[in-house]
């Protein structure tokens, strides 16, 4: 299994910039191989404006960016590309562009078979997983299916959130809201990345990475905290 | 048009017990003529527990409780009913059941041709209106569709929460979720309810309720603040 995945729970930091917090993950995931990075902004309304920035960024990093919207056929840039960077903002959004560019085999199949890089943060997480069923985002327009790239055997929540005991607001909390997809039958484990941690997969080795502990949710099962570090390999084989 | 419609955002305020907080509106709106309401259970999981609940609550208002699973034929059972209330927990779930007994129509139809009254709470409000894009809810299950029963002609985000300007999760915002709705095309106006309120609709007259206001967001315009008491009923003609 020659894939190799960089999954961030969220671009910004509070208090830094754009994928400032995880930047020398970045160089070290794409590495000296890599000189151009496709990156698809479906999730964001403005693709050119999103795409600048995620350019600008990666510039100081060392790398070229081509977004997937200005090549005349997304599939072929999917094909040709040496490594591929999904960005966040709407998950519905983005999974729905993604069908309509009839793009989800394709970067799967490079990804799983050809070994091409992946990173995603945030709804670009969510979409390399089994489903986007543990997005917190709101479903603004209707995808033809909740089923993502499926790079990973199991769910992610990006930006988990602890709830609040001080909190008056009577919505659900986070961990309630994972706990009644678990309610329905058959659904994966949910890891819940906190803001500021990500998941580094290489082949069939998951590691923790970041600053903060991440939670999983397993249907049936107490929920367990994982600190930075942590060898979540497991999760690849369930 | 003999629509009666009595829209709450929330079930539970913070601090009081299972629909205390709009228990006065609710014996005024089905008033002496109700004896019996139909209760939807489908947005949680424990049906029996749920109707329990719901039945506890409405006996102490002087009405009888039955639950739409308990029927044999759920089309028939909104066919018979008297009223009907449709209660809070996951919006993906609760439509798609609606679907999966195929009582959407029907429903629509008791309510605005035969002046059916229709309480809903929070999940309940959200599939009263146009459709559930702008709910908070975690997407659980695939529904067939997003679009809901109708009642109204726009869509409402109930649970409103301002931002924190005190926060560092760096997760969007729900002012900044609706504004992304709001970037598709043809998209409705959207009714920010803040848990304590609820909109009362009678034939084509539309009344804030309740103690705190409510936020309207329209594509392509400043959002407004309505306070408690304000008639909304532009929003029923739009």
């Known amino acids: 299994m020659k894939r190799r995945l ?5 671009s910004t930091l509070h208090g830094s910039g754009y994928l400032d917090h995880c930047q020398t993950h970045i160089s070290d995931f794409f590495g000296k191989d890599v000189k151009r990075v496709l990156f698809v902004p479906y999730a964001l309304h403005d693709r050119d404006a999103y795409t600048k920035t995620a350019r600008d960024k990666f510039k100081t990093l060392g790398f070229e960016v081509d977004g997937i919207h200005e090549a005349s056929d997304p599939v072929d840039a999917v094909r040709k590309a040496e490594a591929i960077f999904i960005g966040g903002g709407n998950t519905f959004r983005l999974l729905k562009s993604l069908y309509e560019n009839q793009v989800v085999t394709e970067i799967r199949k490079r990804v799983l078979e050809d070994g091409v890089p992946y990173m995603g943060s945030s709804a670009g997480t969510n979409v390399a997983t089994v489903s986007i069923n543990t997005t917190n985002d709101m479903p603004i327009v209707y995808p033809p299916s909740f089923c993502a790239i499926g790079l990973v055997p199991f769910n992610i929540n990006p930006h988990y959130l602890d709830a609040d005991p001080s909190s008056r607001h009577m919505g659900e909390t986070r961990e309630q809201r994972i706990t009644q997809f ?7 484990s949910v890891l819940g990345l906190r803001e500021g941690s990500m998941l580094l997969v290489e082949g069939n080795k998951a590691t923790l990475l970041g600053t903060t502990r991440a939670r999983l949710f397993t249907r049936g099962k107490h929920s367990v905290e994982y600190s930075p570090g942590s060898d979540l390999s497991f999760l690849l084989t369930q």
Chains 1, 2 share one sequence.
């Open 6 to 10: 960089l999954l961030v729970s969220n």
């Open 182 to 188: 678990h309610e329905e039958p058959d659904t994966p």
